[in-house]
């Protein structure tokens, strides 16, 4: 099914783009979420609309995730979890377990996809983290991953 894309959806396409998307895919999720709509000749002739709305909340994101981004860089959070006697985390801090307590430490809301752990943090020590906002926008901030006594 081709649709055009009236907002944009990570890493599937931007607003005012044409694309051919599996039928499920947009009668399930686009559709209804109001993503897309069903490319006809009556909203292709909006496609200049659709696309100059999508640039303008595009420019407006990037500039909040822009600052955001400045605010964050270099920040520096303790998170504390209990050992095994190998020196190993029973569990493992996660992105969740960054951007929660990042969350707190800011005062504002960080959201866990945000954060680019490569892999869970298993042992104590410190790491630095990639926080990516969009594609062009990213910060680093530094993790001291820490003993719970």
């Known amino acids: 099914m081709e649709v055009i894309f009236t907002q944009d959806v990570p890493n599937k396409a931007q607003a005012g783009e044409v694309r051919r998307v599996p039928d499920g895919?947009?009668?399930n999720y686009l559709l209804p979420q109001g993503l897309a709509e069903i490319a006809t000749e009556e909203v292709?002739?909006?496609l200049h609309k659709?696309?100059?709305v999508g640039d303008e909340i595009r420019i407006r994101e990037t500039a909040v995730m822009e600052e955001l981004a400045k605010g964050l860089d270099d920040v520096t959070i303790t998170l504390t979890a209990r050992v095994t006697p190998t020196g190993r985390y029973y569990g493992a801090i996660t992105s969740t377990h960054i951007?929660?307590?990042l969350s707190e430490e800011v005062g504002r809301e960080i959201?866990?996809?945000w954060v680019?752990?490569?892999?869970p943090i298993r042992e104590p020590g410190e790491y630095d983290i990639t926080l990516r906002f969009s594609t062009e926008?990213?910060?680093t901030i530094h993790v001291n991953a820490e003993v719970e006594e």
């Open 25 to 27: 895919y947009a009668r």
């Open 44 to 46: 292709l002739k909006r």
């Open 50 to 52: 659709i696309t100059a």
């Open 99 to 101: 951007a929660m307590q």
């Open 111 to 113: 959201e866990r996809r």
């Open 116 to 119: 680019e752990v490569a892999e």
């Open 137 to 139: 926008v990213t910060a």
